[in-house]
């Protein structure tokens, strides 16, 4: 369901200091962002939304408070910050073909959207996708 570029900043705050249950509760703040209660608040209603942002606070408050204890209790949390955040470069690998064919699947999905009629029909649907 979402994202994970806040790993690396997991990362970067894991070797800055961070306790480990400051960083699964950081990792749970991802699923808190504004842009997406405003979706749960249009397709679920206001109280709905209210009611998923309670409960995922709620979570991330409890993992990082049961994570940090539980951890130390038993004597699994690193003693060494080295995560490592590797540089993003361009490179080929064994990803490249199935990117490259994706990228097509993608660009012939848009197309067929707009000649198909697509976008009068978002229109009309209320929902006009401008970037298309």
């Excluded at 942002?53 to 130390?72: N, R």
């Amino acid at each position: 369901m979402r994202s994970i570029g806040n790993v690396p900043l997991m990362a970067v705050l894991w070797n800055g200091g961070i306790s480990l249950g400051g960083v699964v509760a950081f990792i749970f703040a991802d699923l808190i962002v504004v842009p997406i209660l405003f979706i749960y608040r249009k397709y679920y209603g206001t109280s709905m939304m209210l009611f998923v942002f309670a409960s995922f606070y709620i979570t991330m408050v409890a993992a990082g408070y049961v994570v940090e204890p539980l951890f130390g209790a038993l004597g699994i949390v690193p003693s060494a910050r080295r995560a490592k955040v590797s540089e993003v470069a361009i490179r080929l690998d064994y990803t490249t073909v199935p990117n490259i064919v994706f990228l097509l699947v993608g660009a012939a999905l848009v197309t067929r959207f707009v000649r198909t009629g697509g976008r009068p029909m978002s229109k009309m649907m209320g929902g006009d996708r401008t970037g298309f």
